[in-house]
């Protein structure tokens, strides 16, 4: 395509890979997705699975973990980076947006935003790690975009390790569901945002304690809507139908159990990672 | 006291320093049986925040990380380093030992010489992370001293999570810890490892499960035993009665909420914690 974006060292075009970075493997639910919204273009992944979880780490480190990551993406040519993670979107968005010349979007704009459009009741709920929860990200965004909504966060640290050891519909599950989202249903909230990329994996629980008239928002889908969006408007948009995208997975450690619970979150199968170091 | 042992560089005396490491701050509770053992003791303990948790990550980034760790306590002229953490004593202590030229003792063999003098049926129970169950470090062991004995291993991810959440004596706990070791009960132990430094805040769940009848063995507690012997063994003991011994707090990583939930490990209060970097 003859569309290109200068930056300091390299030309970007159209064809050249989305660059999607998250603490682990849950960025791979927002990869699902923008498979979903953006079959054609090509993809680069990097899991920064030695460090994982960024939830319950400082800002210092989150900020230092992104930076690296973006200049790993960087050299790979990515036209846009998608931190498809709401601790490093939460922390660190600002900062490399500021350091780096290329498009970079977070998940925490597109959900704050739809979830601002859906509301009728102007109660949001907000769920995610700690990390997130207490950086206050999806409110300021929300107020930003309409200081009258009121809203209600949560944070559920327990979530992700539930996802991760596969404990999707039992028993316990549904219990730390209740004492997290309790306050939630009290307050009355009509929108809620999944504010963690584990937590689309929760909905059906997530779903049955708020209640079937709360409407989920799913960070990673607006997100995957985002970027195709931003794509458009700066002419990067891959058209080329008829080339079988790739798609590139790197992993800063190969975790146990990867190939089972990464496939889980991606929806099919990974068909190969390459392990790389950051330091 | 005049007592020395050679290493490389340095001369290290009694007064030096016991150094502790552990992938986080659950290495406290080891920590606070050392204080408990060796009240003399100068003591430096490294939490690496920054990449924890061990559990879930490769071999080769285990063993990486501990040899990086080990590397920054012998800078600080430490006399013996206790592996602190089950994960990493599984998986990186035999190259510890065979690198480093001071004793270097892990939390896996006392436990396990513990629980093979405590068995009467001969029938153990051993309860710990993914990656140290899966390591299969204290099926060894307790092979090693008593092959006629039977080792039933259960991975219990899901403890670590919910200790730091501070959830400790919660419904969803005693459903969780119900899952994780009915099986263990159906086996008929009579002795149970608590193996991962973590656990001793869950012992009362964990007892209550099992029943009153199996005898709980802490991983933390039999190690600070076992270093006494070895210090005296080696003439390191510190005698100085007179002087207050040290303690000194190293985090790769200051994490949120570290004082509260790091003093609950300790038993009292941190006094003060500095942040290094390993790389």
Redesign the interface.
């Known amino acids: 395509m003859g569309f290109s974006l200068s930056n300091s060292s390299q030309k970007l075009s159209s064809d050249s890979p989305i660059g999607i970075f998250d603490s682990g493997i849950g960025g791979l639910t927002v990869v699902r997705q923008l498979i979903s919204e953006l079959p054609n273009e090509n993809l680069i992944y990097l899991g920064d ?3 994982v979880p960024y939830g ?3 800002s ?2 989150v900020i230092q973990f992104s930076i690296q990551i973006s200049n790993f993406l960087l050299k790979q040519n990515v036209k846009i980076i998608v931190v498809a993670c709401n601790t490093a979107s939460a922390k660190a968005l600002s900062i490399l947006k500021e350091k780096f010349q290329i498009p970079i979007i977070g998940v925490i704009e597109p959900a704050a935003k739809k979830a601002v459009e859906t509301t009728k009741n102007g109660k949001i709920g907000v769920i995610g790690t ?2 997130t929860i ?1 950086s206050q990200a999806y409110f300021r965004e929300i107020q930003d975009l309409n200081p009258k909504i009121e809203v209600f966060s949560k944070a559920c ?2 979530f ?3 996802v ?2 596969g ?1 999707i519909e ?3 599950t549904s ?2 569901a209740k ?1 997290y989202l309790a306050e939630l249903v009290d307050a009355g909230i009509d929108t809620l945002i999944l504010g963690c990329t584990h937590y689309p994996l929760l909905k059906k629980v997530i779903q049955k304690e708020v209640g079937s008239s709360v409407i989920l928002i799913d960070s990673g889908h607006e997100t995957a809507i985002f970027a195709a969006k931003v794509l458009k408007e700066t002419n990067l948009l891959n058209f080329e139908k008829n080339v079988k995208p790739s798609q590139k997975y790197f992993l800063t ?5 990867f190939t089972e619970v990464g496939s889980n979150f991606l929806g099919s199968k990974i068909e190969s990672v390459e392990q790389v170091s950051l ?1």
Request: charged content about 35%; hydrophobic content about 40%; cysteine-free.
């Open positions: 699975s030695a460090r319950s780490k400082s210092k480190a700690t990390g207490l640290p327990l992700v390790p539930f991760e050891e404990w039992e028993e316990a219990l730390v004492k450690d190969l975790p146990l159990k330091d």
